[in-house]
Every structure is written in C-alpha cells, then in structure tokens.
C-alpha cells in the first residue's frame, strides 16, 4: 500500500467487498480495472484520489460507479485542487 488508509484497514476491507465486482469502463483501462482487486485497490487508490480531486478523472468517469469513488475519497482525503488553466487551447481562462 503506498499510502496509509484514513479508515482502519479491516473496516475498508469490508466496505470494498460490500461495493461488489468492479469492472472497467468499456473499451478503457483507467483506475477502475485497476482497483478491481483488494491489492490494486491498496496500490492505486492513493492515486485514484488524487486523480479525482485534481480533476484529472472526468464526470462521466466518477459516474462509472459512484459507490467506489465515494470509499476511495474517503479513504485517502487530501484538497482539492483548481482545474489547471490550457490557456493555448482557451478552455479556461487563465486570470
């Protein structure tokens, strides 16, 4: 695990197996198909947390299956950052 659980490691076990079989977006290999087994969820669950409150994980994405993405924030809290400016490609602007 490459970051420590905010919630006791038994207590997270049984919440994940309560979410139940985990699959992957169709089409797609992302932070799902690798959470899809307890010890990816420990590997990369840090990682999908930071990828979410970065913004770095779409809408669509978190809607793939909330129940895991709401476990997995609550897992491994951190901030949220602001969305990164592309001012090149004028999606946000850069003020």
Known sequence: ???PSAIPLDELRRRYDAIGK???MPFERTYYG???HW???LDYGPSFSEAIRSGGIQDHETA???ALVALVL???P???SKPKPWP???LIDPQ
């Open 34 to 36: 690798r959470c899809s």
């Open 22 to 24: 985990i699959e992957d």
């Open 78 to 80: 951190g901030e949220w």
């Open 1 to 3: 695990m490459s970051r």
């Open 74 to 76: 609550e897992a491994w």
């Open 88 to 90: 090149r490609l004028g």
């Open 39 to 41: 010890a990816g969820f």
């Open 64 to 66: 793939h299956n909330p």
